[in-house]
Structure formats: structure tokens, C-alpha cells
């Protein structure tokens, strides 16, 4: 049996090979590798299609999603002293990034039928300490943006997305990223858009704050080898900018591709012995960077292997929450503290997503998982 692995990043390669090849050979024979037209045009580019022309959305390109949190954050003045509230269920460079400006994460628990942040315990949560709220749109779906934009505005926070699963994902027909005051994006292989390296993007509508995160990625550098700041390194390289202006026009075409297969795999397991789905109703903006179910009775792990052995190989995101990493022992945390979010990271598998997978391949997925559970 031919393997079928969670993503398939080659697929997009073979698909659109020749304009890819095109505009990273333009970029080679152009000599202009750091910075300049081709950087600024994608940036334009990819404010454009999260914001609109109109709404004079600015985009700032840097090095990883990684890097877009941490600016993002470094321009707010976000720091040492400070709060920032998130999610304990997510990749860990939500609340690394928090820690790295030398404030503190604060978690706050999930809901089960959306994986996002349960908006009715974030004021629990605030502090007089707290300057910001992170929300993160896991697997390609939004946060209740409504919800938390009034707790943000009735204390007084700043709202910095973590958008790095949900380019071009929708909450009531708004583009995240395009919401709260910095949208934070990642180009990684594996998300929505991605390229063939590392790569960022913030987007925000303030142009102040859009002229802070382009020094800060540049050595706090207005101006060559003037420094108003300590800054960073965190360029997007000339030749992944290329890549990704001839990738962004394909975006809403495997997005929709996406929510096809996760249609259909909703569909096909509807009957399958899954203790749990996210519920689709919460689901109409999302791009589904993953389709992920929930299999309790402790047979997560064998049901993974079991997959495995059919040469079918899935993900589990995430196996242990963010408030019981070894690394956040001093953040005072125990097990119990989240209980939703526990409960869920040992039962997540992540099946394959990407949006080449063909029919016969979902039926392969669907028919063993369905026959070992039995
Ligand atoms: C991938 C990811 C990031 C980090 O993006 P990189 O480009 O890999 O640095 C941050 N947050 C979440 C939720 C992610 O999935």
C-alpha cells in the first residue's frame, strides 16, 4: 500500500512547478536577494488580500511566525512585568514568543467543540499586569473574535492573532489577522500558504505600528546604520517572496479544497466509532489547516500505530499542553489547572489534510480507521 502522509508538500510543486521555477530564477539572475521590489510587492500583495485595498492594511514580511508574534509584540512595548493571555493547546511559539519579550503566558482553558480559547474564562484571567490577549486559530479556525475584541476593549488590551494555521481563514466574514491590532502569520511549508523555507508576516491597519515592526525586524534601524532600538535580524528572503506572490493567487482555490475533503471526511465518519468532532456549525470561516478527531478510551495511541502499519500516517497536535512543558514549571501550573485542554491532547489524532488528497486516498483513511475502531 502507497503511503499517504498528513501533508504533502510537493504537491503544490507539481501542480505549479513551472511559475515557481520561473520566479526563483528571476530572483537569482536579479541579484537582489535581501529586501527590495519583489518583497515590497508581496507585502502589498498579502495586506491586500487579508485587509483590503481600502482598508489600508499594511503588511511587514519577516523571518518565521515565530518572529511575526515576538515583533509584533516588541512594537506593542509588550515585556518584562507584562501579562499575555493565551491558549495552552497550541504550538509552543505562542507562548515562547510571550516569554522571549520577558513577559509572562498566562493560559486559560479551551473549548472542547472548538479547540480555541473559552472566551467566557478570559476575565478570570486579567490582572492589572495584563497587556494583551492571544488568541489562536488552531487548525485553520477562527477564535470567537466577537467575544474577546469586547473583553479587549472593555480592559483596555491589546489583541495580537496567531494566524499561523489560518491564512485566509473568516470569523463573520472578516479575514483574521485583519481584527485585532496585529495579525501574525507563518509561510512554514505545512500551513495554508506555504513556502519553500522559513517565512512571516504581520499585518496590521495601524501605520504607526506598522513603521515600528518594519524597524524592529531591520536592527531597530529607520534608517541604515542609524538604531533608535534593539531590534532583530528578521528579513523575508527575496527569493521565498517570489514563491509566495505566485502561491497567494492559489490560496482560496486549495482552501476550498480543503473544506471539501473536511466535509467529506465529516461525512464519511459520522458513523465511526469517534467519541468526539468538533462541531461543523463552528466551523463555516475555517481553512482547515487540519482535520482533527478525538479518540478516547486511551486507544489514541494504538489506533495511531495501527494506522501506521497501513502505511497511513497521522499527527497528533498536540500531546502535552503548554502549562505542563517542563520549560513553564516556574509559571506555577499543575495538572488539573485546564482540564478541557487535557482531556483533549490524549485524545487528538490529526488525520491526513492537504489539499491534493484524492477521494480514494480519504476512503483508505476513513475505511482503516473506521475497521480498527470497530
Ligand atoms: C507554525 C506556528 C507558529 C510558528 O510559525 P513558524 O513560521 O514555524 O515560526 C506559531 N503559532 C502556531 C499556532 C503555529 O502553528
Redesign the pocket.
Known sequence: MNKIPPFDASQQYQQIGDRLNKAALEVLASGQYIGGQTVSQFETEFANYIGSAIDSNFGIACN??????YLAMRALDIGEGDEVITSPF??F??AE?ISMTGAKPVFVDIEAHSFNMNIELIEAAITSRTKAIMP???FGRSADMTGLMAIAQKHNLYVIE?C??ATGATFDGQKVGNIGDVG?F???P??NLGGCG???MMTTKNAEVANKLRILREHGSPKRYYHECIGMNSRLDALQAALLQVKLPYLDKWNAQRREISDRYTHLLKDANISHLVSPHHCSGSVW?QYTVCIGDGKRDYVQAQLREQNIITMIYYPLPLHLQSVYSNLGYKKGDFPVTEYICDRVLSLPMFPELSDEQQDRVVDTLKNILK
Not at 518565521?64 to 508574534?69: E, I, N, P, R
Open positions: 518565521s511566525g515565530t518572529d511575526a508574534l497550541t504550538f511559539a505562542s514568543t489562536v486559530h488552531l496567531d499561523a494555521q501574525c507563518s509561510f512554514y505545512t500551513k522559513d517565512g512571516g489547516n
